[in-house]
């Protein structure tokens, strides 16, 4: 992707993550976060999508929840 394409990525996550009004914390310790974007940043969050599927061989394994589960828990051990 071309690096214009990961400003308008930062852009949308930075605004969205860092905006108190963007999270609702719906059970303790789970968010729930509310994404507006325009086209582009659709168009943008999609091509980011199709790049992690093909980056990543095992993105469309069936073993993709308990892969994903052991790896938030890792991210989890590790200093903030």
Do not use: C
Request: hydrophobic share 45%.
């Amino acid at each position: 992707m071309r690096r214009g394409t990961f400003l308008v990525l930062y852009d949308v996550l930075a605004r969205t993550l860092r905006n108190p009004a963007a999270r609702k914390e719906t059970t303790p310790g789970k968010l729930e976060i509310l994404f507006r974007v325009d086209e582009a940043e659709k168009r943008a969050l999609n091509w980011l999508v199709g790049a992690i599927e093909r980056g990543v061989p095992d993105a469309m394994s069936v073993k993709v929840p308990e892969m994903i589960a052991e790896h938030k828990q890792w991210i989890m051990s590790r200093p903030k």
